[in-house]
């Protein structure tokens, strides 16, 4: 009698497909991961210096890269000048980057999106035109046209991206897509707390994906600076502050400990670097904040910072800018 478990069909662990991770512990080999954020809030410029990094080999977030063969950028939306325009502030070589774009190519009929059988078909038909070496990372911008569907039902956007997965696996190659976030009531208590939850469309996109990060403006984030959040499916979920430098660019992100100071939250970790019996001068604090990497907040933040932590009765202001912190009752 014929052993079920020897069938051809089980995965094995000698079955095992190697593909190397673009960015370990975050980027996965052989996965789709997400990249979203408002439409305008800088994803573009974000991927522009990340790509640059990656041809490079230079760290992202101060995370090394892994190996990545070729990158490639494929526009759905628009042509591609505003993003090469990107790719150019950010000095890479066109000549390193691969690049498509649905609504340049004289061959490609648009009428075919409207058509959801076709989206997978779209898919692939792009992949081969960019030819990628194994180990390479294509950008889909945006993720969710070639997708397909509704990308309001969740059965059709997971066959889509189940079927993306599995074109992309066939070449060892790692995904990574650009989506758009839905619009945010002004009253943050209504948002959705976590910033992956408020991508658009079903959430079959972060059942089906790996990875998914996300974008935030100072506005939106209720920060001083812009914000980032990843969350890899295989670790730890984390935060960081971006600085937007002058050219538009964003400077490398400096990673956020857990209660970072926020116009939303204040930052009880201050409370150790404050005296409860002489007190600590505000100066003395913002010397503190400045040498400690982990805060990298300004001093206008501080003091909103020690405004927050009065109303919330764990310090007392006994002076011209000195402040003693309250011993717990």
């Not at 789709?32 to 490079?56: C, E, P, Q, R, Y």
């Not at 397909?148 to 074109?167: F, P, Q, R, S, T």
């Not at 070449?171 to 959705?192: E, F, I, N, P, V």
């Not at 992100?253 to 857990?258: F, N, R």
């Amino acid at each position: 009698m014929k052993d079920p478990t020897q069938s051809p069909r089980l995965w094995t662990p000698d079955k095992r497909i190697h593909i190397p991770d673009p960015l370990p512990n975050v980027l996965y080999g052989g996965t789709i991961n997400l990249l979203a954020g408002a439409s305008g809030v800088g994803k573009t410029a974000l991927l522009s210096g990340w790509i640059k990094a990656l041809l490079d080999k230079a760290p992202i977030n101060g995370y090394p890269v892994g190996e990545v063969a070729e990158v490639a950028y494929v526009s759905g939306d628009r042509g591609v000048d505003t993003a090469v325009r990107w790719f150019e502030t950010a000095g890479i070589d066109l000549n390193r980057l691969k690049i498509y774009s649905l609504r340049d190519d004289p061959e490609f009929r648009v009428s075919r999106l409207r058509k959801r059988d076709e989206a997978a078909k779209i898919f692939i038909e792009t992949l081969d035109i960019l030819d990628l070496p194994p180990y390479s990372l294509p950008i889909f911008d945006p993720f969710i046209l070639f997708a397909g569907g509704d990308i309001l039902n969740y059965k059709e956007c997971a066959i889509a991206v189940l079927e993306m997965g599995k074109a992309i696996q066939k070449r060892k190659l790692t995904m990574l897509g650009l989506a758009h976030a839905s619009k945010q009531l002004a009253d943050r208590s209504k948002r959705y707390l976590r910033p992956q939850d408020r991508i658009v469309g079903s959430t079959a996109q972060l059942g089906y994906t790996d990875t998914q990060m996300y974008l935030a403006s100072p506005e939106e984030a209720g920060t001083e600076h812009y914000y980032l959040h990843w969350n890899p499916h295989n670790s730890r979920s984390e935060s960081f502050q971006l600085p937007r430098l002058g050219n538009g660019l964003f400077g490398p992100g400096v990673k956020m400990a857990d209660g970072e100071v926020s116009r939303e939250q204040p930052v009880e970790a201050l409370l150790e670097h404050i005296d409860e019996e002489r007190g600590t001068l505000f100066g003395e604090l913002a010397k503190v904040v400045e040498e400690k990497p982990e805060y990298q907040i300004s001093s206008r933040t501080l003091r909103r910072a020690l405004n927050d932590l009065i109303k919330a009765g764990h310090v007392i202001k006994v002076g011209h800018g000195k402040y003693k912190r309250l011993k717990p009752c």
